[in-house]
């Protein structure tokens, strides 16, 4: 479940363990047919947060072409984020 990955993802962030967020993240990805937006800027974060910028911004303009196109509110964060990353 979408929710409950996102949840446990930022407290695990919260907890500086990005690892185990990405971990937690990436299972909630698997076998989606349409992956969750806003578990897309998690899994950047954590991958930001755990040092993989590359990986990091290919999920964060994954979420902004998503978001683009169906005017999901992840937009916005996904491009600040992005923004940040590339600054």
């Not at 993240?25 to 076998?31: D, I, K, S």
Request: net charge negative; aromatic share 2%.
């Amino acid at each position: 479940v979408p929710a409950i990955a996102n949840a446990r993802a930022v407290l695990l962030v919260e907890l500086d363990r990005p690892e185990a967020a990405r971990e937690v993240l990436e299972q909630a990805l698997l076998g989606a047919d349409v992956p969750d937006l806003q578990v897309l800027l998690n899994l950047g974060i954590a991958l930001e947060r755990s040092g993989d910028r590359q990986l990091a911004e290919s999920r964060y303009r994954e979420a902004v072409t998503a978001a683009r196109s169906n005017g999901h509110p992840v937009l916005v964060p996904a491009l600040l984020n992005l923004g940040a990353l590339l600054l």
